[in-house]
């Protein structure tokens, strides 16, 4: 006789956390986590990646159907397990690859306790104390950046695009007021660098704004944005009628860890505001969301160095707090605790100076008559999401408990420490040249030439001369081999997994600087770590002269 549906539910419900105490069950789960996390070690060789890499049949996975049966716990996790095949090992020492640090385990067991229970911080009827989680972890956030955490507010949202996406949403509610009801009708601009990262295209695309209106400044050398091309952009906006909606200072580009002039941009908006006696103050929004952490070096003792820094560490670290400790003249920011926080993905905080700013976006209750009857917290009242998990403030309080000041410190000070002798090295060899000399964040993009290239002029004159246009070319296609071969000598086990960009930033003459990319973010690095960059680099040139 065939089963009968309450069979086949005894059966499912083993499958799910039980909902009152039961310790034998306790202990299945625990033993679920556990077997699957051996099945995950057992992926673990020498090389920086989970067992060998397979390449995705993107065809056969859409043709995927649903089983007409019911499996098991082991046999899905068995197989859950072998999509982490080829995963790069984000902790591991010989993986310098973008800005993808590994996550902490207090900050794991926070989402796993988010996810056991399913809190949606949309409302604290819905979550409870975790909704406590993220007001504290605002307030650390804003103590730490400068900003007043009584005055200060923020949510935690959909990833850094979706921070930079609610900082240009105020900015536009404060220049069109009223737009969230009566649309976008007046001429509105945003202004950004052409270092700053892409999502601000989608962003004013999405926002009914339009692209063209996103108008790019260009770049000095040191990777931050021309003051004097942004005030005369500026100017000739609001002259021409048009206002702006925002002015995104970008905090720790992506490629070069570029950090913006923010005094300078705030002196300018006020200016701007004093000059055309504009009836709105023009919002600016930072894009910190890599450099918000050296902010726990703000009032660190430069001079006594506690914690015995070397010197060129110790200049790269004041060299970025110098525009980080003036992150408190933003009208918000954006946090992302799964760059340099050390959480795991998705812990991104939008951070506000005025609570009141985000009180713009509230939507009327009689909206939402089924939510928000009665409680304390309700920013489900202003927030773009109506669901949002507990697991990105649960992550970064962790880290926030886990590492305190001190910690956070010291792991950002290794890694710059690190870094910085990465430089030291690849300056050390007359065939390399590092592009971002004056950036100092955990980031080193660099070139390496052929033979008989001076690498003291041939930066600045591919740079700034339009007669070394094919010599540039010549020697982006050089650079592509030296990176497909070291990538190929790490999968191989033979090296380490760097990065690369085909745009570090645009030539004088508007051709694209491809360059090798270093992002060092596990404290697991060490020298001979470095060291093996730089021999892989050499080796590489010997093999395609």
């Not at 894009?287 to 918000?292: M, N, Y």
Request: net charge negative; glycine share 8%.
């Amino acid at each position: 006789m065939a089963p009968s549906y309450r069979d086949t539910l005894e059966h499912l419900r083993l499958a799910f956390p039980q909902p009152v105490s039961d310790p034998i069950h306790d202990s299945y789960f625990v033993h679920s986590i556990m077997r699957t996390l051996d099945q995950v070690d057992a992926l673990k060789t020498e090389l920086p990646i989970l067992g060998p890499i397979v390449p995705g049949d993107f065809e056969q996975a859409r043709n995927a159907t649903l089983p007409t049966g019911v499996s098991s716990v082991e046999a899905v996790t068995s197989e859950l397990v072998g999509y982490l095949r080829g995963m790069t090992i984000s902790g591991h020492p010989q993986t310098q690859q973008n800005v993808i640090p590994p996550p902490t385990i207090p900050s794991l067991i926070g989402v796993l306790l988010a996810s056991l229970h399913n809190p949606n911080i949309a409302w604290d009827e819905y979550s409870r104390l975790v909704a406590l989680a993220e007001v504290e972890a605002v307030s650390i956030t804003a103590r730490l950046v400068g900003y007043d955490p009584q005055q200060a507010s923020g949510a935690f949202t959909f990833g850094g695009t979706g921070t930079t996406l609610y900082g240009v949403k105020i900015g536009l509610e404060k220049a069109c007021p009223q737009a969230m009801q009566t649309g976008v009708s007046d001429d509105v601009v945003v202004l950004v660098s052409d270092a700053g990262h892409y999502c601000a295209h989608n962003i004013v695309g999405w926002l009914g704004i339009g692209t063209d209106q996103l108008i790019s400044i260009p770049t000095t050398a040191e990777n931050e944005i021309d003051l004097a091309q942004l005030a005369d952009a500026a100017r000739a906006s609001v002259a021409s009628g048009k206002k702006i909606a925002a002015i995104i200072a970008t905090m720790g580009t992506t490629d070069a860890f570029g950090l913006d002039d923010l005094q300078g941009i705030a002196a300018l908006r006020d200016s701007l505001v004093d000059e055309f006696q504009l009836s709105y103050r023009p919002h600016i929004h930072a894009d910190s969301v890599i450099g918000w952490a050296w902010s726990v070096f703000n009032d660190y003792d430069f001079k006594c160095n506690p914690l015995a820094f070397r010197p060129r560490t110790l200049r790269a670290i004041a060299g970025a707090c110098r525009r980080i400790r003036h992150l408190a003249l933003a009208d918000s920011m954006g946090i992302d605790f799964h760059k340099t926080g050390f959480a795991p993905y998705i812990s991104s905080l939008v951070l506000v100076k005025d609570r009141a700013d985000l009180q713009m976006l509230r939507r009327d209750p009689r909206q939402m008559p089924y939510l928000y009857h009665f409680g304390d917290h309700r920013p489900g009242m202003y927030t773009l999401e109506t669901s949002r998990a507990g697991t990105g403030p649960l992550a970064a309080l962790a880290n926030f408990r886990f590492f305190g000041e001190q910690g956070l410190r010291v792991v950002l000070g290794h890694i710059v420490e690190m870094t910085q002798l990465l430089r030291e090295h690849l300056e050390g060899h007359e065939t390399t040249t590092v592009l971002n000399r004056d950036n100092f964040g955990a980031v080193t993009l660099f070139r390496v030439y052929p033979p008989d290239v001076d690498t003291f002029a041939i930066k600045r004159q591919e740079f700034g001369d339009p007669a070394y246009r094919d010599t540039l070319l010549a020697h982006n296609d050089y650079n592509r081999k030296v990176f497909e071969y070291v990538h190929a000598e790490a999968m191989a086990g033979r090296g380490v997994i760097i990065s690369s960009t085909d745009c570090y930033r645009r030539t004088q003459y508007d051709e694209p600087i491809f360059a090798l990319k270093s992002y060092i973010l596990s404290p697991f690095v060490d020298e001979g770590d470095v060291e093996t960059v730089v021999a892989k680099i050499l080796e590489a040139r010997e093999k395609i002269a």
